[in-house]
């Protein structure tokens, strides 16, 4: 489908990528892999014609529609959102817009005359044409997309120029989808989505029926979708059989045996030397040293292999020791005009826990960050913080506040205390600043490059809280890992905005969801959890507006209470015992667990409690210290058993009364 041949972009003396070839095939998927400008946003804007190679060629057949989306850059306006993502369908209007033209034009021509027999000929060949693109379809095709994307019906005839730079990306994601393209190119396309927006766009891209050219941050997607990746690396370009992941594990293996290839041919090339030096000047060896010499030229070198750019550990200052409680919220309420944000919402974050925070854009993530933070007073209830807790927050709009005219290093070695300022230069270089780069003034950067200068000088302040709004955003892969490690092993508190599940599934324990018109919900568990979870919450609630009578059609031949038909009762009964099965039961196991769990926290606070009351431990500092934690830490566990034991004991009457079983079914335990 496209094929490209011997290609090669320069930038002066930089070369991204030299005699460079791949082709494509109907229905691929392909992964660039690489850090930020290693040449992969190039590749695809040579790809789609937007820019010319310095050398090669990139060939696809005649007719081929190649449809590309930028990672930033798109702004529309003067156009209602529905006139916009209609341009999809442009020959297709055009042809509607002139077969109404000449429609009109047609009652006034005489039907006997040779002019009307023209133009209904010539609006006959054009409704053909129409008829060829299902123009049927065309309206539902864009309220489906549209409303995969996130937008309501109420946006269709709003103003593209009303919508914000994330959503004027969807706006230009929509049309291409629409467009369906043989061959699409997309750049960073889930940056500024929500999770439910992802999710749909996901599916979306694993059925669409064109080729995908991908270049993403987010692992999840990656390894979900594509099936072959290529990587650009340090001016060259490498071809893996296989998703991100394997691309990962495979190129390990790769340097590898390069480098023992490398370090043997070096040894070889060392030991040639030696016998040259020692004997160049014996004339009975002269023919040996001169065949030497003749081979070492010969030897087609191996280069050295370089250095992983990012594979560097950095570790969070120490920060200061706080109490148990780090932050709380009592019945805080918040509104901007007629929209309600929240209202009575109770909310704690206790030492050392790590929570998620997502929903879709606009529904109070920010908000609650400004307010947990501090940094905006809730129109009614309380905030307050624990004791001794230094707060850090990283937001979208942080970046605005550096100094434009200090360099990059300045700014970092300012914010940076006494015991972090050493690893000032080298956490630069994890977050992409290299070289040179680190003597530039932040007033000359992009917006990715300052907000990634203002989330290092974020990790180089000492603090126990840390609030994150969307950290990865501007983040590659090898970046995204080193903060993803530093937080793992963090021991303070963490609340973090992010869609990206890869990055957030090994670091947090509890997920809080944010959704217009309802209270935030707490899930304890990862994003992986919460989307499960939440998906078969949905499903609970689509069942209960056609409820399933389990109880009913249990007898034999057609006739039974329900008044369905014998096809529709099987077909109840099998929903019944999915439900059952799928839903039912494996909640009965976990409540019983958990039960068993709390009955031994329970039994371990009470013996925790009469020791830390013990004379024994009142003369010990350092045995009430560590009694005081355990009671802490035991106190925490049965609070999140308690919880989690109440949405059990609910979703599982929730499920009883669908099933219409009345009575509860003795376990052991």
Not at 113 to 140: C, V
Not at 209 to 234: N, V, Y
Not at 494 to 501: A, D, G, Q, T
Not at 540 to 560: D, E, K, Y
Request: with cysteine; glycine share 8%; charged share 25%.
């Amino acid at each position: 489908m496209i094929s490209v041949q011997s290609l090669r972009v320069e930038f002066g003396a930089r070369v991204l990528f030299n005699d460079l070839a791949f082709s494509v095939q109907p229905r691929e998927r392909i992964a660039f892999a690489g850090h930020n400008g290693a040449g992969k946003s190039t590749l695809m804007k040579c790809i789609a014609g937007i820019l010319p190679p310095s050398a090669g060629a990139i060939h696809a057949p005649k007719g081929t529609r190649i449809g590309y989306l930028p990672q930033e850059g798109i702004h529309v306006s003067g156009r209602s959102l529905w006139v916009e993502t209609e341009g999809a369908f442009g020959e297709a209007v055009a042809w509607r817009e002139k077969i109404e033209r000449l429609s009109r034009e047609l009652t006034k021509l005489d039907p006997r005359s040779s002019p009307y027999g023209e133009m209904l000929e010539e609006i006959g060949g054009l409704e053909l044409q129409l008829d060829a693109t299902n123009p049927e379809r065309m309206k539902p095709r864009i309220e489906s997309v549209l409303q995969g994307l996130g937008f309501q019906k109420s946006d269709f005839t709003r103003d593209c120029s009303e919508f914000s730079g994330g959503w004027q990306m969807r706006i230009a994601m929509a049309k291409l989808f629409l467009q369906e393209p043989e061959v699409m190119l997309l750049d960073e396309p889930t940056n500024h989505l929500d999770i439910d927006t992802q999710l749909w766009v996901e599916q979306y891209l694993v059925n669409y029926p064109g080729a995908i050219l991908l270049i993403s941050h987010d692992r999840a997607l990656l390894d979900m979708l594509c099936t072959r990746t290529i990587a650009f690396h340090h001016g060259r370009a490498e071809e893996y059989a296989g998703n991100f992941s394997f691309f990962e594990r495979e190129s390990v293996l790769r340097r590898e045996i390069l480098f023992k290839q490398y370090t043997s041919q070096q040894r070889e090339i060392a030991e040639s030397q030696h016998f040259i030096d020692r004997f160049r000047a014996s004339a009975n060896k002269a023919t040996l040293v001169q065949s030497r010499i003749k081979l070492l030229a010969k030897i087609e070198r191996i280069p050295a292999p370089e250095q992983d750019d990012a594979m560097v550990k950095f570790k969070f200052p120490a920060p200061p020791a706080s109490g148990h409680l780090v932050a709380k919220l009592d019945a805080v309420a918040k509104s901007y005009g007629a929209l309600n944000v929240f209202s009575g919402f109770d909310f704690e974050i206790n030492k050392g826990e790590k929570i998620a925070i997502v929903g879709p854009n606009g529904a109070g993530k920010s908000t609650f960050c400004r307010i947990i933070t501090g940094r905006e007073a809730p129109d009614a209830g309380a905030h307050s913080f624990g004791h001794k807790v230094a707060p850090a927050f990283f937001s979208q709009n942080h970046s605005d506040e550096l100094n434009p005219e200090l360099s990059v290093l300045e700014t970092v070695e300012k914010a940076a205390s006494r015991e972090s300022m050493p690893h000032a230069r080298s956490l630069l270089g994890c977050f992409l600043f290299r070289g040179d780069d680190v003597f530039k003034k932040v007033g000359v950067l992009s917006g990715g490059e300052r907000s990634r200068v203002a989330l290092v000088c974020m990790l180089l302040t000492p603090a126990n809280f840390l609030i994150l709004d969307e950290p990865t955003n501007h983040l590659d892969m090898q970046s995204q890992d080193v903060l993803q490690r530093a937080l793992i092993d963090y021991p303070g508190s963490v609340l973090i905005v992010s869609h990206n599940r890869a990055f957030l599934d090994p670091l947090v324990a509890k997920t809080l969801e944010f959704r217009p018109g309802r209270q935030p919900l707490l899930y304890h568990g990862n994003i992986s959890y919460y989307i499960d979870k939440s998906a078969a919450d949905q499903a609970l609630a689509a069942g209960r507006s056609a409820p399933v009578r389990a109880s009913t059609g249990t007898g034999g031949g057609s006739g039974n209470s329900s008044g369905l038909s014998r096809k529709d009762q099987r077909r109840v009964e099998a929903e019944a015992r999915e439900l059952r099965s799928k839903v039912l039961k494996p909640r009965e196991a976990e409540l019983a667990a958990l039960e068993i769990k709390i009955a031994g926290l329970e039994a371990a606070q009470v013996t925790l409690t009469q020791h830390l009351s013990s004379d024994a431990c009142a003369a010990n500092p350092d045995i009430l210290r560590d009694a005081s934690n355990a009671v802490d830490k035991v106190t925490q566990g049965l609070e999140t058993s308690y919880s989690r034991w109440g949405e059990l004991s609910a979703e599982i009457e929730t499920v009883r009364a669908k099933l219409g079983i009345t009575e509860v079914s003795s376990k052991a335990g």
